[in-house]
């Protein structure tokens, strides 16, 4: 794969699929073998579970590889982990007989460690009744500490990457505790945690909820190109705009789902179609002029057309109460290349029925 970072949309989608694609699908299958010799049951099945239904969380972070130059593999192979983690805890916590804060914690206590080569692995299911994976999670966990303590330059974005991962660790404590708790918690933590005036509690809850800022900080740093200040930018211009996009996206198509399975879906909590309307224009015209001050500002813009074109093609969205209209809406707001983007999706999805 050539080391410049592409400027059109049909030159990115090049290397997404002759590239990316292909080495983000290498990956899955590896853990996918390990996740299917997890001898506990219940933990097999989740770890297989969220491999086979969130593996687009991998194939839209391996994007950002390409910002990693000829260490591209490296931060394939980065991404998939972590986004590995993450997802399986998801799944573990979401479909957990616990509710048990400090279960949830511990849990996420390995995607920390993940983040800091020299932290030594626990035992992470202490606290809690399916303990046996074989090994699955503490490896996913040495894999990422072994490519960032291979990373020259990884100390500039350290301190950066583990804010962002505390965020997302606490967001997924409170969110998954006993239903009652749920709102006074997130609500109480925004409070102590949000300097920003625009946001509300779910929003702020959203923007904590992406590994995107991760993804991008750790990809730069693999090409040699990260310093002290250009991790800052990177901070802003992710958080909270860009990450809240991501996940308020992610949220708006799986509303009936989670109202299925009585899961806490961000959403819900605008007053009408027009408010979650509006903030969602809000979060595209603020991410957009966010990423301006970024390095590769056009890969920056790209990212975000193409989180607004992937979740719009997503066949969910025609079940959705004004779901149609809302597509459309938000495609005009976001131009052209989100419109390309969001074809292309479609097309994928028909050709590969997916």
Not at 269 to 287: A, G, V
Request: glycine share 6%; aromatic share 12%; with cysteine.
């Amino acid at each position: 794969m050539s080391n410049h970072v592409p400027t059109s949309s049909v030159s990115l989608m090049w290397k997404v699929y002759l590239h990316i694609f292909p080495q983000v699908r290498q990956e899955l299958a590896y853990w996918k073998s390990r996740a299917e010799q997890i001898p506990n049951k219940e933990l097999r099945i989740q770890a297989l579970a969220s491999i086979s239904s969130k593996r687009f969380h991998c194939q839209g972070g391996g994007v950002y590889a390409i910002l990693a130059n000829e260490k591209w593999r490296e931060s394939i192979r980065f991404i998939v982990a972590y986004q590995t983690i993450s997802d399986y805890l998801d799944n573990l916590c979401d479909r957990s007989t616990s509710l048990d804060p400090s279960d949830f914690r511990l849990l996420h206590q390995s995607m920390l460690d993940a983040l800091s080569p020299q932290s030594s692995v626990k035992n992470y299911y202490r606290l809690r009744d399916d303990q046996d994976d074989g090994g699955y999670l503490t490896d996913l966990v040495k894999t990422c500490q072994m490519t960032l303590g291979n990373a020259n330059g990884y100390q500039h974005i350290q301190g950066t990457v583990l804010e962002l991962c505390k965020l997302y660790g606490d967001l997924q404590v409170h969110k998954h505790v006993d239903y009652d708790e749920r709102i006074p918690r997130l609500s109480s933590w925004f409070e102590n945690k949000n300097d920003n005036p625009q946001l509300n509690w779910y929003e702020f809850s959203a923007a904590a909820g992406s590994t995107l800022g991760i993804f991008c900080l750790v990809s730069y740093t693999l090409g040699g190109k990260m310093s002290p200040e250009m991790a800052s930018d990177i901070y802003r211009g992710y958080f909270p705009y860009m990450q809240g996009l991501h996940i308020l996206l992610d949220y708006y198509i799986d509303q009936n789902e989670d109202q299925t399975e009585a899961d806490l879906n961000f959403c819900t909590y605008y007053d009408s179609q027009s408010h979650l309307q509006e903030r969602l224009q809000y979060f595209i015209n603020e991410t957009h002029h966010h990423v301006q001050h970024l390095p590769d500002q056009r890969f920056h813009e790209m990212v975000q057309h193409g989180l607004v074109g992937l979740y719009l093609g997503d066949r969910k969205v025609q079940d959705l109460n004004g779901g149609k209209d809302m597509r459309k809406i938000l495609l005009d707001t976001s131009g052209g290349q989100a419109k390309f983007f969001h074809w292309n999706t479609r097309l994928y999805y028909k050709f590969t029925g997916k």
